[in-house]
């Protein structure tokens, strides 16, 4: 690298120098770029066509960025993007219709504290942006503090991407100090379209969650079929990981083993063409409490139903869910005691052919499990051995909740919808309340809403279609309610 004039001292602008090591790579053999200890400044950029497209570093296939890990440093200059102008940001690695790109023992320092998102400008600069590929990995890299609205995307038509063993903190409206990065209304860690996209062993955190969660900030978000993400730790998240076929059918997703901490979603869907085979198997996944937005839904894993009685695209009620497999997940609520969030482990709709079992959820105070309606109904799901525990008041006094609640609201609008057909809930335990320890205390006991154990509001001829096993009601005066909505 410093042969083409790289510095590397933390002081010069080493960008051009760098830009000078990728032209000389020919085209069509691997080659190495290689960077000595030391902290490379990048203090210029280019624009291209439109502003997605400015980059401070053009790639071209067949190139591998190594270094000796951490004193191997990019830098982002200071006040290189925060000025008042949409332009005014750039992706620092930038690639199209490029193969063979890797990235090993690298970081790269976004400094997001000195390049902060002025009001009302939008920002789009990533670290490492790449449109139509194959073969990309990243591995053993660490990016930080970034105050644009991505550290890694993968875009349009690409196939196999490695993400492994990577430390990505930081990003958003937490850029790592703080005084936030308030005008920053959008971030995610990973972005991929890309198919066999393979995000494994990394830790993705936001340091801070008490800033981050201000605003939403995704860990993972999925758009590509055959990927997966596994064995990750994923906090500080909203959602942590996101699944979505906003760019086409999608199918064969694996989602496990992932610790997902102080997270206001775990695993979140949009729905918009249909989503085939997904397996959501033996993931931790720890929700907390909103911080300034306005009370809502916490879920572990989250199908958004938007509008109860409007389907559409833009609220993610476009397609079916099939066989979707969610297996030996424990899914735990630490809220206060006092919050006004609606908390629950599994809120689904549209599911075809799918399996809820040996799933642990505690700390709810509204729903373990709640199934909702929808156009496209809801056809052999089963829900057995699941495990409720130590759910919490509910202070919505209007409210009722339950460790299972299904409802449909669609239906009765519409004749022809399908509706919820072969749905069996079998040998599941339903634990214990966390009674109010003070019972004398009338507004705690009157704070809660009702809670039914099991709650089915359906019209008549859905109730025939919700077959009770053996459940197991610790609390004796807990049970199924079945009330018909027609």
């Not at 400094?111 to 990533?126: A, D, Q, R, Y």
């Not at 490695?162 to 930081?170: D, F, R």
Request: proline fraction near 3%.
């Amino acid at each position: 690298m410093k042969k083409y004039g790289a510095k590397g001292n933390g002081i010069n602008d080493d960008r051009i120098a760098i830009q000078a090591a990728i032209d000389a790579a020919p085209l069509g053999e691997k080659t190495s770029i290689y960077f000595p200890a030391g902290t490379y400044i990048i203090g210029s950029y280019q624009r291209g066509s439109h502003y997605f497209e400015n980059f401070c570093l053009r790639l071209h296939s067949n190139l591998v960025f190594e270094g000796v890990g951490a004193k191997s440093i990019l830098r982002l200059a200071n006040h290189l993007f925060d000025k008042t102008d949409s332009n005014a940001n750039a992706h620092i690695f930038f690639g199209e219709n490029i193969d063979h790109i890797y990235f090993n023992q690298l970081s790269i320092d976004m400094n997001g504290p000195n390049n902060l998102v002025p009001k009302g400008v939008l920002k789009n600069h990533s670290a490492i942006f790449i449109s139509r590929g194959n073969d990309f990995s990243a591995t053993n890299i660490s990016i930080k503090n970034c105050a644009g609205s991505n550290m890694i995307i993968l875009k349009d038509n690409g196939h196999h991407a490695i993400i492994e063993n990577c430390k990505l903190l930081n990003g958003g409206n937490n850029v790592g100090t703080k005084k936030p990065n308030q005008y920053q209304v959008d971030f995610s860690f990973i972005y991929t379209e890309w198919d066999s996209s393979f995000i494994n062993h990394n830790r993705i955190e936001q340091t801070q969650a008490d800033i981050a969660l201000q605003n939403y900030t995704g860990g993972i978000e999925i758009h590509g079929s055959y990927s997966s993400a596994n064995n990750n730790y994923i906090g500080g998240c909203f959602p942590a990981i996101y699944i979505t076929s906003s760019q086409g059918q999608l199918k064969d997703i694996n989602i496990n083993n992932n610790l997902i901490a102080e997270c206001l979603k775990g695993i979140s869907f949009w729905v918009i063409h249909p989503i085939e085979k997904v397996n959501i198997e033996n993931n931790r996944i720890s929700l907390t409490y909103r911080r300034l937005m306005d009370p809502g839904f916490i879920c572990g894993i989250d199908v958004p139903n938007g509008n109860m009685t409007l389907y559409n695209a833009g609220l993610a009620n476009a397609a079916t869910i099939g066989q979707l497999s969610i297996k030996h997940n424990r899914i735990i609520a630490v809220l206060p005691a006092t919050t006004k969030d609606k908390t629950m482990g599994m809120i689904l709709h549209s599911l075809q052919e799918s399996s809820i079992e040996n799933n642990r959820m505690e700390g709810m105070n509204y729903a373990g499990i709640l199934l909702m309606g929808s156009k496209w109904g809801m056809k052999k799901l089963i829900i057995q051995k699941n495990s409720f525990a130590h759910f919490q008041p509910n202070y919505d006094p209007s409210g009722v909740a339950g460790y299972i609640v299904i409802t449909d609201t669609y239906s009765p609008s519409d004749a022809a919808a399908p509706g919820l057909k072969d749905i069996h809930i079998d040998s599941n335990t339903f634990g214990e309340l966390n009674k109010p320890l003070n019972t004398s205390n009338k507004k705690m006991v009157a704070a809660r809403g009702k809670f039914l154990g099991a709650f089915i509001a359906l019209p008549e001829k859905m109730l025939k279609e919700i077959h009770l096993g053996k459940n197991q009601f610790s609390d004796p005066t807990e049970k199924a309610v079945m009330v018909k909505t027609d």
